[in-house]
């Protein structure tokens, strides 16, 4: 069974008129329940992650402030939300939620999470609506657990993920590969262990033909035990922070072709939401919906 990590909590601890938009993660599992995609015993309710795992990845200086609410303002700025404990339990909330989906992901080979992608988060400091970094976290719980050896991040938000990228800079068992926008934010890119910059307005064939390049020569040189899927829908043409020009059929097929490898291959995944930011919601939550339609359609 499909096993999806969401929590009310995800929708809230942000003021109603800011700018990201928290209504999809309460339009996105109304929808694939209304559609009959999946019921609710589909969705789980994630606790909160422990300290001990925060501490596997983060800075316990960095952690301690944030925990306390003692981020400086120019550090609160860079994260994009007003800081609260209720936002930082949210947080906690949502890498448990990607903790979960891998562990879900080795017994039924995909799990997922109505969040997380939390990749602009470094090992000392968060950025870009970014706290904590829920596919580190979990990665280094896979790892210290021995339930994976060799992870692979694909990363296909519009932003390169440049938190994951420093994470993992000294970690052999974890490759980064992040396809991104060259002009979009972050303005300083990380290393990852593959970048693939993307020129403004790169429509769906030219996209895609990269895609397809890259992923078999990783799942060919690289070999994965473990794939974190980084899905966000920031690609398309009309979101308000992305440079690309994806139409929503390109991002299904993005979509497909990762999730096809890994069942191809019996690599267990783990798929997390990221960004989206289109002016209308309906195709925001219809591109994200894309994603669980196929896991549906590939895994089970």
């Known amino acids: 069974m499909l096993k999806i990590a969401w929590s009310d909590i995800y929708a809230q601890s942000l003021p109603a008129n800011h700018r990201f938009p928290m209504e999809k993660y309460v339009l996105l599992p109304e929808q694939l329940i209304y559609e009959g995609t999946i019921s609710e015993t589909n969705l789980f309710v994630p606790k909160s992650l422990s300290e001990v795992q925060v501490l596997r990845t983060h800075n316990s200086d960095y952690w301690l402030k944030l925990k306390n609410q003692r981020l400086s303002r120019q550090e609160e700025r860079k994260t994009g939300f007003p800081l609260s404990e209720e ?94 926008g060259e002009k979009n934010y972050p303005l300083q890119k990380e290393q990852s262990d593959l970048d693939v910059e993307l020129a403004d307005d790169s429509d769906d064939n030219t996209y895609l033909a990269l895609l397809d390049l890259h992923l078999k020569a990783l799942f060919q040189d690289f070999g994965p035990d473990f794939v974190f899927f980084q899905s966000g829908v920031d690609v ?4 308000k922070l992305g440079r690309l020009g994806m139409t929503i059929d390109g991002c299904k097929r993005r979509d497909e072709m990762v999730l096809s490898i890994c069942h191809q291959h019996k690599v267990p995944i783990a798929v997390c939401m990221g960004g989206g930011y289109s002016e209308d919601i309906k195709y925001i939550v219809d591109a994200h919906a894309n994603t669980y339609r196929l896991a549906q359609e590939i895994f089970f």
């Open 87 to 180: 936002l930082v339990e949210r947080e906690r909330i949502i890498m448990q939620g990607t903790v979960d989906a891998a562990k879900y992901a080795l017994m039924h080979g995909i799990g997922m999470n109505i969040a997380g992608g939390t990749h602009h988060a470094f090992t000392n400091r968060g950025e870009g609506f970014c706290l904590l970094n829920d596919i580190a976290i979990a990665a280094h719980e896979l790892l210290e657990r021995q339930l994976a050896s060799k992870i692979l991040v694909i990363d296909l938000d519009v932003h390169q993920g440049n938190g994951t990228a420093e994470i993992f800079s000294q970690e052999s068992q974890v490759f980064t590969f992040s396809m991104h």
């Open 236 to 239: 398309l043409a009309t979101d």
